[in-house]
């Protein structure tokens, strides 16, 4: 790429319009294991154009696409079969969603990636993506989706789509909804009122200490303000540091630094101050003590944070059978390339469907009555219908499936409570949204994945008690960076400095 398309891309990635949720309150940065599956990217390549096993005409294939989300609900299958009988209709195309749970997601799809297991379509994200494209896990779908599905390539922007790409090539459909990230922190209004929470004061880690140990000695031992489990730690934690789509937290570029410097980010002073304040929160009782092993978070949540957009707490809400939810904006909005790959689908590189994969994907991004039976569920059960496929009123809170996973929500309805302008307030952030000083580039690992592997073993060994507050980082973190150090990171490092430099040169 060329000096002047380079500064393009970064200025203009910061201009991007319409976009909605760039992850939502449980999203993750992993590890990944350095076992490579049985395909290759040549296999992809060969196998992309050409769906040559194709099913006779007349047959209806079922596309199995693996997702994250919560407790399959009893009428799951009556649900998705209503979906499947409108999708063999319109395109001749049905599905087999399979489900891995907040909590398993992880080790589940590293499972599927490393040992071949076959699949269609796979949700994956900034903390894999990378990895599992280096891996030959995803097909090349840079020509075929012009060809064979034009409305959801013209849909989405071609920054939005460049945000994806490793090594020049598309391998995954981006959902597109907030490319920039915006970072909320919610308290349940009860607890505001009981103990006079004045969020507007609000502006920092260390501005929670108060509130968070008011509501503590106000209710009891048995109560923890902050609740969290092992998969999110306190979700945000690391937003002021670009990982490079390298989905390692403790390297990055501090999102405002002009030079670019790439840093070892558990060493810095305002990170360490903030994981010496969860520490201390963890030690008090405001954490939960069981935070490091567990998997799924209990309903009515009294404060959490998460990555969200105007209106978002009327479905928490909803979730979390809380009566009202304050949210308020601590951080953003703002453009990394990561942001773009907070939420993706691919397509397995080995699978035989690889066209009607992208239709039935051009389907989710461009039909309002399939986005909101994938968002929402069984119609007249799970919701219902306020404005025809506009604004749906939702009558359960068991519907698993995580809607920011699915596709754009600039086809899905409103949900009753929240503003009928949701999704222009949605473009309006993103019109304010600032950009990091590394924007437009994404670290190639094709020669680190021995290190990227071994590093991302080591962080995913301690991230869990660190980033909940259960251990002191004071002699953790020395512990961390010297089996870091060990694994490869240097290396990642050095390599990572010298291409952020040619980029941005």
């Given amino acids: 790429m060329n000096k002047t398309k380079k500064k393009l891309v970064a200025v203009s990635a910061a201009a991007l319009l319409t976009t909605a949720l760039a992850g939502c309150g449980n999203s993750n940065n992993n590890a990944e294991s350095s076992n490579a599956p049985a395909n290759t990217n040549a296999n992809a390549n060969a196998n992309a154009g050409t769906n040559a096993n194709a099913p006779a005409s007349g047959e209806v294939p079922t596309l199995v696409w693996w997702t994250i989300g919560g407790q399959v609900p009893a009428n799951f299958d009556k649900a998705i079969a209503a979906m499947n009988e409108y999708t063999a209709e319109k395109i001749g195309v049905k599905v087999d969603i399979k489900v891995a749970s907040w909590g398993d997601w992880d080790t589940k799809i590293n499972t599927i990636v490393n040992t071949g297991e076959p699949f269609d379509i796979m949700f994956t994200n900034n903390g894999k993506y990378n990895q599992q494209v280096n891996m030959g896990a995803f097909a090349d779908l840079t020509d075929l989706v012009q060809s064979e599905t034009p409305d959801l390539y013209k849909l989405i922007p071609e920054k939005v789509w460049d945000g994806t790409k490793v090594g020049g090539k598309v391998y995954s459909v981006p959902t597109y909804k907030d490319s920039s990230l915006t970072q909320y922190w919610v308290f349940d209004d009860k607890y505001v009122q009981k103990y006079a929470i004045d969020t507007t004061k609000i502006k920092s880690l260390a501005d929670l200490d108060k509130p ?37 937290p403790p390297i990055g570029v501090k999102v405002d630094d002009a030079s670019r410097k790439v840093v070892s980010v558990l060493e810095q002073p305002d990170v360490m101050d903030g994981l010496k304040l969860l520490h201390k929160w963890y030690q008090d009782g405001i954490i939960n003590p069981d935070a490091p092993t567990k998997t799924e978070a209990d309903k009515g949540r009294p404060f959490f944070a998460a990555q969200a957009f105007p209106g978002a707490e009327a479905s928490w809400q909803i979730n979390e059978g809380v009566a009202k939810y304050d949210m308020f904006q601590i951080f953003g909005p703002i453009y990394t390339t990561s942001t773009i790959q907070g939420s993706l689908n691919a397509i397995s590189a080995n699978s035989k469907y690889k066209s009607e994969a992208l239709k039935y994907l051009q389907l989710v991004n461009t039909d309002p009555k399939l986005r909101n039976m994938l968002a929402f569920g069984e119609l007249g059960v799970d919701y219902d219908s306020v404005d025809g496929e506009k ?64 590093t991302k073993a080591v962080w995913d060994k301690y991230r869990y008690e660190l980033m909940t507050g259960a251990s002191d980082p004071e002699k953790t973190i020395p512990k961390i960076m010297t089996e870091l150090k060990a694994a490869g990171m240097d290396t990642i490092t050095k390599a990572a400095q010298e291409q952020i430099d040619a980029y941005f040169k």
């Fill in 212 to 248: 968070l140990h008011d509501i503590k000695a106000g209710e009891g031992k048995s109560f923890y303000p902050l609740p969290l489990t092992q998969g999110d730690g306190f979700n945000g934690f690391f937003n002021g540091y670009d990982d490079m789509t390298l989905g390692l």
């Fill in 391 to 454: 604004v749906i009123e939702r009558k359960t809170d068991t519907w698993p499936l995580a809607a920011y996973t699915q596709g754009t929500f600039f086809d899905l309805a409103v949900t009753k409570g929240a503003p009928v302008d949701q999704w222009d307030q949605v473009r309006k952030l993103n019109d304010q949204a600032t950009s990091s000083t590394a924007l437009g580039f994404a670290l190639d690992i094709s020669k680190l994945s021995t290190e990227v592997a071994n």
